[in-house]
């Protein structure tokens, strides 16, 4: 039997994953005696969406199904989908009905001398993430707040290999952290959606699934996130926590990178923590770039 098309494989991964998510109170169901499963049954939602169960149990297993928009529209209503995540389905399942496509563009990712220039004018910590998650470019005021990325290998430069590393646990006790992996988590999954055999997503997952338990239930989750935005508390000794707002804008690209950007209100004890910590940064920096023969 040949495998199955990977855009049917996640579509049915999708739907199981919402399907288990809703109990049957959610959609005025009566549990009824004892359940093997917490979440609601096949039977269930093909009632609901008005299917026979065989033929939605061959969409969750990714066989040969090519649901209708009519039909995808009915399952995006009984399982209570948003609009994202609505989106993300017909998207799903629009690509499984065609032959699998050609390779998609795997070359590096670059950017361009405008987008760097963009960055260094910025007075606000910006960098520039790939559609993986990879770590692109950034600028001064970035690199004061989260660090030097320069000292990793160009391929561990990647949003969720660095928040899921065994060397950074301490990052995990912030109260935000889950949310925030959700966020980076929920673009991976909008990026698989666009190529699901893509060797970049398929080794940053492949490798967090193996090593990592929190990733693994996370990942389980299938959430998707097309534009992500937030807010983060930095903890940094040397100048008192940073609250800062986090939003992403994309760059020109089908699909393209994104930018991410930190802002706080201008004049806010936020706003004057950061310039002390930029302030720093650039005094360190300066100090580095100075001829030891200077010195003496």
């Known amino acids: 039997m040949s495998s199955p098309h990977p855009y049917a494989r996640e579509l049915g991964d999708f739907l199981r994953a919402r399907r288990n998510r809703l109990r049957p109170h959610d959609v005025g169901l009566e549990p009824g005696g004892r359940r093997k499963v917490t ?39 009984a399982l209570g989908l948003d609009d994202g995540e609505r989106r993300h389905l017909l998207t799903l399942a629009h690509a499984a009905r065609r032959p699998v496509a050609a390779r998609l563009d795997t070359e590096p990712e670059r950017v361009p001398d405008s987008t760097r220039r963009l960055l260094r004018v910025m007075e606000t910590p910006a960098l520039v993430i790939g559609r993986h998650l990879d770590l692109l470019a950034w600028n001064p005021m970035a690199e004061a707040l989260l660090g030097d990325p320069a000292g990793y290998p160009p391929d561990r430069l990647n949003m969720l290999l660095l928040m899921f590393d065994d060397t950074l646990t301490s990052e995990r ?92 209100e201008p004049g806010s004890i936020d706003a004057d923590r950061l310039q002390l910590l930029a302030s720093l940064h650039a005094t360190r920096s300066a100090h580095r770039r100075v001829p030891t023969s200077a010195t003496r």
């Open 173 to 264: 006790s912030c109260s935000d952290w889950e949310r925030q992996a959700l966020d980076y988590i929920g673009m991976m999954r909008a990026a698989v959606a666009t190529d699901p055999t893509h060797p970049r997503a398929t080794a940053i997952v492949g490798e967090l699934s193996i090593r990592s338990a929190e990733f693994r239930r996370l990942w389980a989750r299938h959430d998707v996130r097309e534009s992500v935005r937030g807010t983060k508390t930095f903890q940094i000794p040397e100048v008192g926590d940073i609250v800062l707002d986090w939003d992403t804008y994309p760059l020109p690209g089908n699909p393209g990178p994104v930018m991410l950007v930190f802002t706080t």
């Open 39 to 77: 979440g609601l049954r096949r039977e269930e939602l093909a009632l609901l969406a008005g299917l026979s169960t065989d033929y939605y149990q061959r969409m969750e297993q990714g066989r040969e199904v090519r649901p209708s928009d009519d039909v995808l529209e009915a399952i995006a209503g």
